[in-house]
């Protein structure tokens, strides 16, 4: 992903007064495997935090109005009321620690850690997958990252290390990584496909963390990338669909957005 000279990050938080008791402990009946410690803080009064955190995806890059168009801006749209969704991405952000942005020294990883999420979305690979000569557009300069892969499972077992040390009841979803179309910077669909998701599909079951797969979900959609790698706001709301039955078993209500 295109990255700008300095580091970025921004989020928006998404804190909804919360309703009468009933209405809390029903929004509980949505979330799926929500430990009890973290059903009763919500049920006693509290938000159930989610952070999202991921790359230039999930911060929204190319999205004009990324504020109310990102993910997880309209993940906690979806959520409504009684949910904390807060926006953790990073522009250009590795899960490699040896990467060119590694996302553990963004500011937005101490951030996520301080916020202490009940629940985690993870999105990390894509720019982790970069190489140079793999057939994607403007190619030829990019940063080899994937030179590293061998530390991309342990590096992301570490990541949810830290997350379940900030709050040891937290619940993680490692997402396989959206499609590209065909790709570019020394990204490509073909890496993706055949090398990064397996390495979630294991971290996934060494860490037994949730799976969500955005990749299914944008196959085929060319459409919805306009520069080939990150989501129109269209996608953006088919991710965030995807994210929600994840985390609340239940279909995008009928009146969404």
């Not at 009064?45 to 109310?68: L, M, N």
């Not at 994607?136 to 990252?145: H, K, Y």
């Amino acid at each position: 992903m295109k990255e700008t000279s300095s580091a970025t990050f921004s989020h928006r938080k998404f804190i909804f007064s919360l309703p009468v008791a009933f209405g809390i402990l029903t929004s509980l009946v949505w979330v799926t495997d929500l430990p009890a410690g973290q059903a009763a803080e919500a049920a006693g009064g509290k938000a159930i935090r989610v952070a999202c955190v991921g790359d230039s995806i999930t911060y929204g890059a190319g999205i004009k109005d990324r504020q109310h168009d990102s993910y997880p801006v309209v993940l906690g749209e979806l959520l409504g009321t009684g949910w904390n969704v807060q926006n953790f991405g990073v522009r250009g952000a590795t899960l490699l620690k040896k990467g060119d942005r590694p996302y553990f020294k963004q500011k937005a990883h101490a951030e996520a850690l301080n916020f202490a999420p009940h629940i985690v979305v993870i999105m990390l690979g894509t720019n982790d997958s970069k190489h140079r000569g793999d057939g994607s557009l403007e190619s030829g300069q990019a940063i080899d990252n994937w030179q590293y892969k061998t530390d991309y499972v342990p590096d992301y077992e570490e990541l949810i290390s830290e997350f379940r040390k900030a709050n040891p009841q937290v619940k993680v979803y490692v997402c396989l990584p959206t499609p590209c179309f065909p790709g570019r910077w020394g990204i490509n669909n073909k890496t993706i496909h055949d090398e990064i998701i397996p390495m979630v599909r294991q971290v996934a079951q060494d860490s037994k963390a949730g799976i969500i797969d955005l990749n299914t979900a944008l196959t085929g959609k060319k459409n919805l990338f306009p520069d080939t790698m990150h989501p129109n706001p269209a996608g953006a709301k088919l991710m965030a669909e995807t994210v929600y039955r994840a985390l609340t078993g239940k279909e995008v209500p009928a009146n969404a957005k």
